[in-house]
């Protein structure tokens, strides 16, 4: 597993538990998002914790995540760092996404 | 099942296919081992009941010809033996024998060496079906590989004919590196000029790579095409506001990529505009790396733009224009994150900062020289010459401000613009075909 999903009342977390967020692992992140939105989870925090490089396509799933969750849902990413910060900014989506610290900062954005 | 009986003498011969008969063989006679084995070349015949005493050729040395021969089956061979020592035994098996019975032939120890050698050969006929069936097999896959691995290099080619050939237009030089990380790249970069005072350029980066991105790039580089009709040109004629030309081209990228289910592949790229009269850049940086201007004043390199959202990603994305001052012996760079992000054998990325680095040491470097010096710092850099990602990279650099009144040198770079056109079949490709899937 890449992934790893902590269901919560009203949320629920998405850590990324590999180093790369590439194209071998973005597919099965844009199902995996798409899998809790239809049943019903669409307040997810997705933690980076652990990620030191994303690429083009890992992006394209995380984008894919965001809107996957839709005007009624939530999707805030938190535990960004180094490069993959760096993308989020090269490609204005700190101005798309709500970006958190860390964990905990995200769940109190998702609690707000 | 036929069963061939090689015996000598008529009487035995007799008694063993009655029995084999009764069992319901059909049985073939040879009086000989010799005449045995030529039965055996001309027929199908796959169990032998063989004496071991003959005179001539004996049993054991009928069966080692037998095996040092190839009929394209195998033969079960059963020995018919007085003999019961150890040493017997083993010289049968030795020989090559399957199975032995004794002399005289009980009917029912017949009756069970046979079946065993019936289930034996049916086994062995069936895994020689399945062997020829898979054999078949992985002849049509190996033939629809090649096919696909030539139509591929067939793609390849195409891909790299759409790229700029030209490398002198009105006053600026180019060089560029193009290394894909598959046969197709999901980079595509062009440069060409508009109208008499104007050149367009642009790379672009579709995410992921391979085939699917391929076709993204090439139905993206059939909007830009430098035809009248082409985007480019269309939005540069209806503005004397370049930096409104360039983001109604982005706008209008973004519109036709952008699909609200977010299933369409999205791009990066750098599009610019320069002025050849003023020296004077306009460019978008849309996701892509940040361009770098190598300043001949300065002797320094400057990464320009502030970012920007990539094309096609989202349908209300807005874009933003970036200026650059081009002197004469001014370069710009512009590169796909394949190159920043190229690791070297020990994992490390090349960098945007060894990059500025790199473009500063190359100032000195000719333009012409400059793609075979790329090539090899990549390739150095990378370890082999199999990269992860694309690796493109173009480099404009603004010789001389265009005089007015150097219209032969306009027109004649114009013509080969067009006659590269006109060598580009894909180019007047229908958008549309890239859609069908």
């Given at each position: 597993?890449?992934?790893?999903?902590?269901?919560?009342?009203?949320?629920?977390?998405?850590?990324?538990?590999?180093?790369?967020?590439?194209?071998?692992?973005a597919?099965?992140?844009?199902?995996?998002?798409?899998?809790?939105?239809?049943?019903g989870?669409?307040?997810?925090?997705?933690?980076?914790?652990?990620?030191?490089?994303?690429?083009?396509?890992g992006?394209?799933?995380?984008v894919?995540?965001?809107?996957?969750?839709?005007?009624?849902?939530?999707?805030?990413?938190?535990?960004?760092?180094?490069?993959?910060?760096?993308?989020?900014?090269?490609?204005?989506?700190?101005r798309?996404f709500?970006?958190?610290?860390?964990?905990?900062?995200g769940?109190?954005?998702?609690?707000? | 099942?036929?069963?061939?009986?090689?015996?000598?003498?008529?009487?035995?011969?007799?008694?063993?296919?009655e029995?084999?008969?009764?069992?319901?063989?059909?049985?073939?006679?040879?009086?000989?081992?010799?005449?045995?084995?030529?039965?055996?070349?001309?027929?199908?015949?796959?169990?032998?009941?063989c004496?071991?005493?003959?005179?001539?050729?004996d049993?054991?040395?009928?069966?080692?010809?037998?095996?040092?021969?190839?009929?394209?089956?195998?033969?079960?061979?059963?020995?018919?033996?007085?003999?019961?020592?150890?040493?017997?035994?083993i010289?049968?098996?030795?020989?090559?024998?399957?199975?032995?019975i004794?002399?005289?032939?009980?009917?029912?120890?017949?009756?069970?060496?046979?079946?065993?050698?019936?289930?034996?050969?049916?086994?062995?006929?069936?895994?020689?079906?399945?062997?020829?069936?898979?054999?078949?097999?992985?002849?049509?896959?190996?033939?629809?590989?090649?096919?696909?691995?030539?139509?591929?290099?067939?793609?390849?080619?195409?891909?790299?004919?759409?790229?700029?050939?030209?490398?002198?237009?009105?006053?600026?030089?180019?060089?560029?590196?193009?290394?894909?990380?598959?046969?197709?790249?999901?980079?595509?970069?062009?440069?060409?000029?508009?109208?008499?005072?104007?050149?367009?350029?642009?790379?672009i980066?579709?995410?992921?790579?391979?085939?699917?991105?391929?076709?993204?790039?090439?139905?993206?580089?059939?909007?830009?095409?430098?035809?009248?009709?082409?985007?480019?040109?269309?939005?540069?004629?209806?503005?004397?506001?370049?930096?409104?030309?360039?983001?109604?081209?982005?706008?209008?990228?973004?519109?036709?990529?952008?699909?609200?289910?977010?299933?369409?592949?999205?791009?990066?790229m750098?599009?610019?505009?320069?002025?050849?009269?003023?020296?004077?850049?306009?460019?978008?940086?849309?996701?892509?790396?940040?361009?770098?201007?190598?300043?001949?004043?300065?002797?320094?390199v400057?990464?320009?733009g502030?970012?920007?959202?990539?094309?096609?990603?989202?349908?209300?994305?807005?874009?933003?224009?970036?200026?650059?001052?081009?002197?004469?012996?001014?370069?710009?760079?512009?590169?796909?994150?394949?190159?920043?992000?190229?690791?070297?054998?020990?994992?490390?990325?090349?960098?945007?900062?060894?990059?500025e680095?790199?473009?500063?040491?190359?100032?000195?470097?000719?333009?012409?020289?400059?793609?075979?010096?790329?090539?090899?710092?990549?390739?150095?850099?990378?370890?082999?010459?199999?990269?992860?990602?694309?690796?493109?990279?173009v480099?404009?650099?603004?010789?001389?401000?265009?005089?007015?009144?150097?219209?032969?040198?306009?027109?004649?770079?114009?013509?080969?613009?067009?006659?590269?056109?006109?060598?580009?079949?894909?180019?007047?490709?229908?958008?549309?075909?890239?859609?069908?899937?």
């Amino acid at each position: 597993m890449n992934f790893s999903t902590e269901d919560n009342s009203n949320h629920t977390i998405i850590s990324i538990t590999v180093e790369r967020l590439d194209a071998a692992v973005a597919p099965e992140l844009k199902k995996l998002v798409q899998t809790l939105v239809a049943e019903g989870n669409n307040r997810i925090l997705l933690d980076f914790e652990q990620v030191l490089f994303m690429d083009s396509s890992g992006l394209g799933a995380v984008v894919s995540g965001l809107k996957s969750v839709g005007d009624e849902g939530e999707f805030v990413v938190c535990g960004l760092s180094g490069v993959v910060l760096d993308l989020f900014k090269l490609t204005h989506m700190d101005r798309v996404f709500e970006i958190r610290s860390d964990r905990n900062d995200g769940l109190q954005a998702l609690a707000a | 099942m036929k069963i061939l009986v090689v015996d000598d003498e008529p009487t035995s011969q007799l008694i063993v296919s009655e029995i084999a008969e009764s069992l319901g063989f059909e049985t073939v006679c040879a009086e000989s081992a010799l005449r045995g084995l030529e039965i055996l070349a001309e027929s199908d015949i796959s169990l032998v009941l063989c004496d071991w005493e003959m005179p001539g050729m004996d049993g054991p040395t009928m069966i080692r010809k037998l095996r040092a021969s190839d009929h394209g089956r195998y033969v079960y061979h059963i020995l018919v033996t007085g003999r019961n020592e150890t040493k017997d035994l083993i010289e049968g098996l030795n020989a090559g024998a399957d199975d032995f019975i004794s002399k005289p032939v009980n009917p029912d120890e017949l009756r069970v060496r046979l079946r065993s050698a019936t289930r034996v050969i049916e086994l062995q006929q069936s895994l020689d079906n399945r062997n020829a069936k898979l054999e078949k097999a992985n002849k049509r896959h190996e033939e629809a590989l090649n096919s696909v691995t030539s139509d591929l290099r067939l793609a390849a080619d195409m891909q790299f004919a759409l790229l700029p050939k030209e490398k002198q237009l009105a006053g600026i030089n180019t060089n560029w590196l193009f290394k894909p990380a598959s046969f197709l790249a999901g980079d595509i970069f062009d440069y060409f000029l508009v109208g008499d005072s104007q050149m367009v350029f642009y790379i672009i980066d579709v995410e992921g790579h391979g085939i699917p991105s391929a076709l993204t790039s090439f139905a993206v580089n059939n909007q830009l095409n430098p035809s009248p009709q082409g985007m480019c040109r269309r939005h540069l004629r209806a503005t004397s506001n370049v930096d409104t030309a360039v983001l109604r081209i982005l706008e209008e990228l973004n519109r036709q990529f952008a699909k609200p289910s977010g299933d369409n592949r999205y791009f990066t790229m750098i599009f610019g505009v320069m002025n050849l009269f003023s020296g004077q850049i306009t460019l978008a940086q849309a996701g892509h790396p940040a361009p770098l201007h190598y300043s001949t004043r300065e002797d320094s390199v400057v990464a320009v733009g502030n970012g920007g959202m990539p094309v096609g990603m989202f349908e209300s994305a807005k874009f933003e224009t970036t200026n650059i001052e081009m002197h004469p012996g001014d370069r710009l760079y512009i590169y796909s994150d394949g190159a920043i992000e190229c690791p070297s054998t020990g994992g490390e990325f090349y960098g945007q900062s060894r990059l500025e680095h790199s473009v500063r040491n190359w100032a000195g470097i000719p333009i012409e020289k400059l793609s075979s010096i790329l090539d090899k710092e990549f390739l150095d850099w990378n370890g082999t010459s199999q990269f992860e990602d694309d690796v493109s990279m173009v480099c404009l650099e603004y010789q001389t401000p265009l005089q007015l009144g150097a219209n032969r040198v306009q027109s004649s770079s114009y013509n080969g613009v067009e006659r590269r056109l006109a060598e580009q079949p894909l180019n007047t490709t229908s958008k549309d075909s890239f859609r069908q899937h």
